[in-house]
């Protein structure tokens, strides 16, 4: 079946800019993740959706960054006057629930660029 | 001392070498344990989960050590096609949140 999917793949973007991305987890699955990850560095856990309690915002770096999950399905992280630190992957994940740690299915990440 | 911490590597080994690498972890509630594997520019899949009984799947064997807090990764009879980042993930009991080691680097050469 279908995996994960993120759009777009590349985004390279002025400094000063806001930028939006798109993950589209598997159907079915409750729980979404949205993680960065920078060269050399381990996984930045950002923000969770669980079904439709509120999201876990705790990762979030700082206010210019926000997500939503619209209808239990796709989700949008937006980041609002893009800084040059922002340059990273940015990684969707999906999983069926968290009861029990169920396995994570990632989406190819979108690689984003500020320059 | 982070959360969860892995030794870079890179590990450089033969084909058909065994290799081993270790993650320590700093919360002692931690009750979940996973390997996922990277392959580069691509994204996490996860490998297998460490049970506290250990677990193994064909050439892979990993094993948790709860006194010690620390998880282990052995492959045995490495392909080449094993070389990747492994990433070590560790979960409170009662968290829904992972957190990710920074991941040790195989490379396998002929």
């Known amino acids: 079946g279908a995996g994960v999917s993120q759009s777009p793949s590349n985004k390279v973007t002025e400094k000063g800019k806001d930028v939006e991305l798109r993950c589209d987890p598997i159907?079915?699955?409750?729980?979404l993740y949205w993680y960065r990850q920078s060269l050399g560095q381990g996984l930045e856990f950002l923000i969770y959706?669980?079904?439709?309690?509120?999201?876990?915002k705790s990762g979030l770096p700082s206010d210019r960054f926000s997500a939503e999950r619209t209808g239990g399905s796709v989700s949008t992280l937006t980041i609002q006057r893009t800084q040059q630190e922002d340059s990273a992957v940015y990684l969707c994940?999906?999983?069926?629930?968290?009861?029990?740690?169920?396995?994570?299915?990632f989406g190819p990440g979108t690689r984003l660029t500020v320059t | 001392r982070k959360e969860v911490e892995q030794d870079p590597g890179p590990f450089n080994v033969p084909e058909g070498a065994t290799v081993a690498f270790n993650c320590t972890y700093s919360?002692?509630?931690?009750?979940?344990f996973f390997w996922y594997r990277q392959d580069c520019r691509k994204e996490p899949k996860l490998l297998m989960s460490?049970?506290?009984s250990g677990n193994e799947d064909g050439r892979f064997t990993a094993q948790l050590n709860r006194a010690s807090q620390y998880i282990s990764l052995l492959i045995r009879d490495s392909k080449l096609s094993d070389s990747a980042t492994y990433l070590c993930?560790?979960?409170?009991?009662?968290?829904?949140?992972?957190?990710f080691g920074r991941g040790t680097s195989l490379i396998v050469h002929p």
């Open positions: 994940a999906s999983s069926l629930g968290t009861s029990v740690m169920y396995e994570q299915y």
């Open positions: 993930v560790v979960q409170p009991g009662g968290s829904y949140i992972p957190t």
């Open positions: 159907s079915g699955h409750t729980a």
């Open positions: 919360n002692s509630a931690s009750q979940s």
């Open positions: 959706f669980q079904g439709n309690s509120a999201p876990d």
């Open positions: 460490v049970y506290s």
